[in-house]
Nanobody, 122 residues
Framework: QVQLVESGGGLVQAGGSLRLSCAASGRFFSINAMGWYRQAPGKQREMVAGITSGGSTNYADSVKGRFTISRDNAKNTLYLQMNSLKPEDTAVYYC????????????????WGQGTQVTVSS
């Protein structure tokens, strides 16, 4: 099995910063694209930022210029640096990874972390 464990969430004032981490562990061949999603109360889960295995990134319009996604392939770890946080960024943040279990010919299976709460006070 593959486990994704997020950390780094918490309570911060508007304008502050947080850095989320997501560590992948378990038995797998490779990790393809990874991403951060978030879900606020009463709202659908939405994509925040994504990154390919080669390092190409994309962001939701709402976080462009404020959030930076990165990954350390040697450590199988994904990061999200969040600056200039706003109350509307309050949500549970989830890590997502597409994993090949045994070889380059294995299908890509998606895994999710358990989520970490980010609360931004005004």
């Amino acid at each position: 099995q593959v486990q994704l464990v997020e950390s780094g969430g918490g309570l911060v004032q508007a304008g502050g910063s947080l850095r989320l981490s997501c560590a992948a562990s378990g038995r797998f061949f490779s990790i393809n694209a990874m991403g951060w999603y978030r879900q606020a109360p009463g709202k659908q889960r939405e994509m925040v930022a994504g990154i390919t295995s080669g390092g190409s990134t994309n962001y939701a319009d709402s976080v462009k210029g404020r959030f930076t996604i990165s990954r350390d392939n040697a450590k199988n770890t994904l990061y999200l640096q969040m600056n200039s946080l706003k109350p509307e960024d309050t949500a549970v943040y989830y890590c997502n990874a597409g994993v090949r279990r045994n070889s380059n010919y294995s299908p890509i299976v998606e895994y999710w972390g358990q989520g970490t709460q980010v609360t931004v006070s005004s």
